[in-house]
């Protein structure tokens, strides 16, 4: 820990990372007294909260672990292409793949896969990996030609290059890439459950919709923000906060 | 001889995928425990020679007899990895030539005693100074038992007093250790106090121009009258061959 010796620079990161903080924490808590205030004046009256429940337990499952395939397959592959010496091969390729509008794959998943479990989690894989690796190896080409250099004269050459140098040097990058992958994983989950109108969020959302039912849908909404909320002050910011100051130059 | 340069001769591939030649005929020889120091305007070509030196760069040709087996080097911008505390940056070379824990831990500590920062081994580089930075970076050179010291400019990015502490300090430390030493040098007072032999280098495309001998007795006192007028003579001579 650094603790109070910690650059000047730095601690006003960290002001202005409280500050923000503070504003987010006031606006959930605006959104949570106006959520509790329309349930007390019956506005949440018809709502199915055990359907609810099930269909945003589904969904979160379903991000958690397209998130861990994600990250485990997008920060491999970009370490070993970040150290191998042909990288430059792999990024219009990468490139390429990236910009293709994912769901234009979903039929693709859904031929081969079928309405299933599997499917919407890989489908959401194919978006959720690619800023996380990008993210990687981004990081790995912009790192300081003498901080490459420390680490080979110092021995981190071959094999070990990958755990000793490359992905400590990469942390801020998984993490943002990781923050960005998530809330695209969000859309890509949603939206296949809403397309392939499978058990989950999407298609709860989608059913109270059409039996115009919109209580539901925005104590829904409401739900899947304070999970969202909660996640990213648990996780991330914790996270964040502590590579900002290890990292800061 | 450490080290031995025959008619080496480096090139980059400009943007437009011109191959321009950044060392051209670089002939020099380096005897072993002499402290030498590269001088040269910028694009001369100093930081190549050092890459191509220790192996991260290949040059076109010429011969290159590299008669150490442990280099250590220091950087300008110091280069420490901020992941790592001070200690465990120090211990780093250590722990990748797979010294155990304990010991590498032992060893980091005795170096950063010896720069004068065992009080800071928990602090990340983040939270050091400039020159607390460089002292970690010269501790994490020293903890491989060095036998070729290469540095690129060291004291270009800190204050004169900070620099003249770590100076005075490398003096002392190269005197125990008696490794080699080849130093980039922006200040040709600095190349004076520290170097058993000057290379002035030319640039476009860089070439050794000249090796100069510095023949004071040490320890050097930098106040004296043969101080300054070796300053003064050597300054003229440079500024010459330079020109």
Redesign the interface.
């Given at each position: 820990?650094?603790g109070s010796?910690?650059?000047p620079q730095?601690r006003a990161l960290h002001r202005h990372h409280a500050r923000r903080y503070q504003r987010t924490l006031g606006l959930m808590a605006g959104v949570v007294i106006i959520a509790l205030l329309l349930a007390t004046f019956g506005f949440f009256g018809t709502v199915a909260w055990g359907a609810l429940t099930q269909a945003v337990a589904y969904t979160t499952y379903r991000i958690a672990i397209a998130y861990a395939i994600a990250f485990a397959l997008g920060v491999s592959i970009a370490l070993l292409v970040g150290w191998s010496p042909i990288s430059e091969f792999f990024f219009p390729i990468f490139d390429v793949l990236q910009n293709l509008p994912s769901f234009a794959l979903l039929p693709f998943f859904i031929y081969f896969l079928g309405y299933t479990n599997q499917m919407i989690i890989l489908f959401a894989v194919s978006s959720i990996i690619w800023p996380i690796l990008f993210a990687v190896l981004t990081a790995i080409k912009s790192a300081?030609a003498?901080?490459n250099?420390?680490?080979?004269?110092?021995?981190?050459?071959g094999f070990?290059r990958i755990p000793?140098?490359l992905a400590?040097?990469s942390?801020p990058a998984i993490l943002t890439g990781s923050i960005v992958g998530i809330a695209i994983g969000w859309e890509a989950v949603i939206g296949a459950e809403i397309i392939a109108n499978m058990m989950g969020f999407g298609a709860f959302i989608k059913d109270t919709d059409m039996t115009g039912v919109s209580q539901t849908a925005i104590a829904g909404i409401l739900v899947i923000l304070v999970i969202v909320f909660i996640i990213n002050r648990l996780v991330w910011a914790p996270l964040l906060s502590e590579s900002s100051?290890?990292?800061?130059? | 001889m450490t080290l031995v340069l025959s008619r080496v001769c480096a090139r980059f591939a400009d943007e437009g995928e011109n191959e321009v030649s950044v060392l051209k005929d670089i002939s020099f020889s380096i005897p072993t425990g002499s402290f030498v120091s590269i001088i040269g305007p910028s694009g001369s070509g100093k930081s190549t020679l050092l890459?191509v030196i220790?192996d991260?760069m290949p040059h076109a040709s010429g011969t290159i007899v590299r008669n150490f087996s442990r280099?250590?080097?220091v950087?300008?911008?110091y280069?420490?990895?901020?992941?790592?505390s001070a200690l465990d940056n120090v211990a780093?070379?250590l722990?990748?030539?797979g010294v155990a824990r304990k010991e590498r831990e032992h060893i980091a500590r005795e170096k950063l005693k010896e720069v004068g920062l065992e009080h800071l081994e928990?602090?990340?580089p983040?939270?050091l100074s400039g020159g607390q930075r460089q002292r970690v970076g010269l501790a994490?050179a020293l903890a491989?038992s060095p036998d070729l010291l290469v540095m690129d400019e060291p004291f270009s990015n800190l204050d004169t007093i900070t620099s003249e502490a770590l100076k005075a300090d490398l003096l002392k430390i190269w005197r125990s250790y008696g490794m080699t030493i080849l130093m980039v040098n922006h200040l040709i007072p600095d190349a004076i106090e520290l170097s058993d032999q000057i290379l002035v280098m030319g640039a476009h495309p860089g070439r050794v121009e000249k090796t100069i001998p510095v023949d004071l007795p040490r320890p050097r006192d930098t106040r004296s009258v043969q101080f300054f007028k070796e300053v003064d003579v050597l300054t003229e001579d440079i500024r010459r061959t330079l020109s």
């Open positions: 820990m650094i010796s910690a650059h730095t300081h003498d901080l250099d420390a680490a080979t004269i110092f021995g981190a050459r070990r000793y140098y400590p040097l942390l100051r290890r990292y800061a130059e | 890459r220790l991260l280099p250590a080097m950087f300008q911008n280069a420490l990895f901020p992941w790592l780093f070379g722990h990748m030539h928990r602090h990340y983040a939270a994490r491989i």
